[in-house]
C-alpha cells in the first residue's frame, strides 16, 4: 500500500510506503541498512523508515522513481528472490532507462535450480539474450566478459535436455587462447585440449550433480570437444553451444553452422575485443554478422557494460576499455579525414 501526499510552493513532494507485514524489513533493506544506503545514494532523496513505514522526500520524479523501485524489490521478495547490491543496482538501471519492462518480471525468471541456487538473468539484456534463444535456431550472443553469455547458453541448453526438448547436448570451442597454441604445450592431444575445454566442464557441473553429468557423457547424450571434432558432422536434435567463436576464422564458422541438423539449435558466443587469431586472420564471428544478419531464424545480441554480473569493478574495467576503444576509433577517423 501506498500513500502519497505533495506539498506546494516549491517544497519537496513526499511519499510514504507501507511494507507488508509478512516481508522483513532487513530483507529488504540490506544488513545495516547497506541496500537503502545504495538507494540513497543513487537517487539523492531523503528516506526515513519507520518500523515497515518508508518516507521519501525530494524532487518529483525521483521520489516517483524510488517509490517504483521499493515496489518493484517488494514483488522479488514475494517471489522468493534475495536482495542483494547487485539486484539493486540493476533494478535502479533499468526504471531509469524504462526500458518497458518491470524489474520483478525480468530479475524473477529462473532457468535452472540446482543445490538451492537460482541460475537466472541478472539483467535487461540477458533476459532478451535468453528470449532470443528461445525464440531462434541459431542465436549469437555477443559481448564482453563477465556478461553470462556462455553461462546462460549452457543454462539453456540443459533446461532443454532435461525438458527433452533436444537429445544431446553438444559444447565445444576452438582450441585457440591468448599466447598460447596446442603444439607448444606439453603431454598428449587429450592432455593439451583439456584446458581449453575445462571452464566449460565446470560450468556444467554448476548445473546438474556429478552422477548426471557423469551418466550423460557416458551414454553421449553430453559431448564437451574442441571445434575441430565437428568437422563432417550432422547434428540432429541437438542443443549446440559454440563458445569463444571470435577465435574462429571465416572457414570454421561456416563448418560449424552447416553442421546444425533437424530440431537442433545453436548459439554462438564470443567477444569481438579479445580476438587470438594469428596476425592477418578475420574473426569468423566479425565475418557471420555481415552474412547472416537479414536470416530468417538467426538472431543476434549483443551484450554490453551493463550486463556484466562479475564484481562491480569488471564492469568499470570493460568501461573503460570501451571509451578507450571508442576514442581510438573516432581519433583515427579524424587522421583519415585530414588527410
Known sequence: MTTVSGSAGGEPT?????????????????????????????FGTAIHVRGNEITISGDTDEVEQVSKLFEELVILLERGQSLDAGIVRQTVRMLREDAGERPSQVLSEALLTHRGRTIRPKTLGQKRYLDAIRQNTVTFGIGP??????????????QALRAKQVNRLIITRPAVEAGERLGFLPGTLTEKIDPYLRPLWDALM????AEELASHVERGTIEVAPLAFMRGRTLNDAFVVLDEAQNTTAEQMKMFLTRIGFNSK???????????????????????RDILDDIEGVSFSYLAAGDVVRHHIVQRIVEAYEAHANAAELAGDADRDDR
Open 14 to 42: 513526499v511519499v510514504k510506503v507501507l511494507v507488508p507485514g509478512v516481508h522483513s524489513m532487513v530483507a529488504l533493506l540490506g544488513a545495516r541498512d547497506e541496500l537503502l544506503k545504495q538507494i540513497e545514494k543513487a
Open 145 to 158: 566478459a563477465g556478461t553470462g553469455k556462455t553461462y546462460l547458453a549452457m543454462g539453456a541448453a540443459v
Open 206 to 209: 554448476d548445473m546438474m550433480e
Open 266 to 288: 545453436a548459439v554462438v558466443t564470443g567477444d569481438i575485443s579479445q580476438v587470438d587469431l594469428p596476425s592477418g586472420r578475420r574473426s569468423g564471428l566479425r565475418v557471420v
